[in-house]
C-alpha cells in the first residue's frame, strides 16, 4: 500500500512518501513561501523521484488539524483533489496524536503535546504510550495553558513536545516543575501523520473526500468577528 501523508497545519510544513508504515520518501520545510507554493513540487519530487504517478497511491493520509486555519485549509483543498481524481479513500490524523507519535518508545510514558494556538491559547492533549499503542488520557482541547497544566498528574513524569513548549515553558515548570522533560525532535510530522494514517486505512477505515471534515478545536476568526 502506498500512502500520501500530507501536514500543512504549521509553518514546519512536511510531506512525506510511505510504503505501508515504511518512510520512503519526505520533504521538510520552513519556508517564506507559502504551503500552496510548495507543497506540490514537494509532492511531484517524491513521486518523480520513485517513479509513481498519483493514480498509484493507495489512500492518503492528512493532519486536518488543530493548526493555522489558512494551513490546513490548503492542505485539505490538495488532498481533496487528489482523492477525487483517483478515487481513493482518505485517513484524517490529528496533528496533536502525530506529535505525541513521535515520542513512543518502550516505555510507559505520558506524553504531552502542546501546540500554540495564540490568544493565550494552546491546543493540547495527554496520551500515554502503553502496550505499543498511544492511549488518550486528556481528550485534545483548546484551552489557556493554566487550566491545561493544572489538570496533569501531579507525580508521574511528562514528556512535552510542540510550538507551545518553548512559548509556555516557564509555566509549564510551574506547575509540573521537575517532571517535565522536553523533546529534541523536529516538530516535522508528515511520516507519523502516514503512520496513523495507515492504520486506519488498513482497517478500511479511511473515509471519502467529500467526508474529509478540519479540526478546528475553536472558531476562526471570521467566525468570531460575526
Given amino acids: 500500500m502506498w500512502i500520501l501523508s500530507v501536514d500543512t497545519t504549521s509553518y514546519a510544513g512536511s510531506a512525506a512518501l510511505l510504503k505501508e508504515k515504511e518512510l520512503i520518501a519526505e520533504i521538510n520545510s520552513t519556508s517564506f513561501m507559502t504551503h500552496s507554493e510548495r507543497l506540490l513540487p514537494s509532492i511531484d519530487l517524491m513521486l518523480r523521484t520513485k517513479g509513481l504517478h498519483i493514480r498509484d497511491i493507495d489512500g492518503y493520509?492528512?493532519?486536518?488539524?488543530p493548526g493555522s486555519f489558512t494551513g490546513i485549509r490548503i492542505g485539505m483543498s490538495t488532498v481533496k483533489s487528489f482523492a477525487f481524481a483517483t478515487n481513493k479513500p482518505v485517513a484524517p490524523v490529528s496533528q496533536l496524536e502525530a506529535l505525541a507519535m513521535k515520542l513512543k518508545n518502550p516505555y510507559?510514558?505520558?506524553?504531552?503535546p502542546l501546540i500554540d494556538a495564540k490568544k493565550g491559547e494552546i491546543y493540547a492533549a495527554l496520551y500515554e504510550h502503553k502496550d505499543k499503542n498511544l492511549k488518550e488520557i486528556i481528550p485534545q482541547r483548546c484551552t489557556t495553558p493554566d487550566i491545561f497544566l493544572s489538570a496533569l498528574p501531579s507525580k508521574r513524569l511528562i514528556h512535552f513536545i510542540g510550538s507551545g513548549c518553548q512559548t509556555y515553558k516557564n509555566?509549564?515548570?510551574?506547575y509540573i516543575k521537575d517532571r517535565a522533560r522536553f523533546s529534541l525532535?523536529?516538530?516535522?510530522?508528515?511520516?507519523?501523520?502516514?503512520?496513523?494514517g495507515y492504520e486506519i486505512l488498513i482497517q478500511k477505515k479511511g473515509i471519502d473526500f467529500r467526508e474529509l471534515k478540519p479540526l478546528y478545536l475553536r472558531k476562526s476568526q471570521a467566525e468570531e468577528n460575526h
Fill in 185 to 196: 525532535r523536529s516538530l516535522f510530522t508528515a511520516h507519523e501523520v502516514g503512520q496513523l
Fill in 108 to 112: 510507559n510514558h505520558l506524553l504531552c
Fill in 61 to 65: 493520509a492528512l493532519a486536518v488539524g
Fill in 171 to 174: 509555566k509549564i515548570f510551574e
